[in-house]
């Protein structure tokens, strides 16, 4: 009998993906159609992704901080609303108290501008409704009657400390508006020759308001001072974390020109029930009425 078969079991071919020929170990990537290999697309893919992001990151925040209005504010019978029809019509019509809201377009004076102008009601109950336009707002006006301040500046002072911890609580990433206090009503106090009514009315206005809000800085600081308004009393509870916002550096008094929070700059002004330009008065004469102080400084806003 032949001899048996011996079989002998071959080993299986290697897999294709196990073994490369040192000319295919050496070939280089799969090019593209484009000619631009996986890698080089995934690096400029991610590089595009980025310079996306940054552009919409940069014009979102531009669009959340750029703010174009200006924000009346201040208590009741300040004279706000006077101002707003002064400012849109040239002409100051009689007003009342209102618990509404204000606004009109306002046209520069010398300029193709125009702003917002929005007149927010000073009543207690709802003058931080000016809150809910700050992020709108490119200034803010805050309206102080220069011939009564000497008997309610306390509770001015406590506005005004409302607006300037509003200020103060914007974020980082935000442009805080431009401040004014409006020394009003100007005309009312009686002056020497030797000042305008105008000088007299800001000096009396920032002297009171800084001792009324030296009142409540010691006092949120826990030094009891008597004679901080009634409206404050029982308020404590809103007030908390508001101390704060008036310390100035080195732990001195209050004073405006050393608040940390911004510049705060003051005018003095004035205008007159039924001053029209269509009574008499030419355009120069318009333009130099009372409010040329608050027209010239709207202006010069950046």
Not at 177 to 190: E, G, N, Q, T
Request: glycine share 8%; aromatic share 4%.
């Amino acid at each position: 009998m032949s001899a048996p078969y011996d079989f002998v079991e071959e080993p299986a071919p290697p897999l294709e993906s196990e073994v490369l020929s040192p000319v295919e170990a050496l070939a280089p990537p799969t090019k593209l159609p484009l000619g631009l290999s996986s890698q080089t697309l995934l690096v400029a893919s991610c590089f595009l992704a980025v310079i996306l992001l940054a552009i919409f990151l940069v014009a979102r925040r531009k669009s959340r901080t750029k703010g174009t209005a200006l924000l009346i504010v201040g208590a009741s019978d300040a004279g706000k609303t006077a101002i707003l029809t002064t400012l849109a019509y040239n002409q100051t019509l009689p007003t009342q108290t209102s618990m509404q809201t204000n606004s009109s377009i306002v046209t520069l004076p010398g300029t193709h501008k125009t702003m917002l102008v929005i007149d927010v009601p000073g009543h207690p109950r709802v003058r931080n409704q000016f809150r809910d336009y700050m992020q709108d707002a490119k200034a803010i006006a805050f309206v102080v009657d220069a011939s009564t301040v000497s008997r309610n500046g306390a509770n001015v002072a406590e506005h005004l400390h409302e607006v300037l911890h509003a200020l103060s609580s914007l974020p980082p990433s935000a442009t805080p508006p431009s401040l004014v206090i409006v020394a009003h009503k100007a005309d009312a106090l009686k002056t020497a020759a030797s000042a305008s009514a105008s000088q007299l009315a800001v000096n009396r206005v920032r002297t009171v308001l800084e001792r009324e809000l030296e009142k409540r800085r010691a006092s949120h600081s826990g030094v009891g001072i008597e004679g901080l308004g009634d409206d404050e009393r029982g308020a404590q509870e809103g007030e908390i974390g508001m101390g704060d916002v008036l310390e100035c550096p080195s732990g001195g008094e209050f004073r405006f020109e050393r608040w940390e929070g911004g510049e705060v700059q003051f005018i003095g002004t004035s205008v007159t029930i039924g001053k029209s330009a269509e009574t008499g008065q030419d355009e120069k004469e318009t333009e130099e009425d009372g409010l040329k102080p608050l027209r010239e400084w709207l202006t010069e806003l950046p």
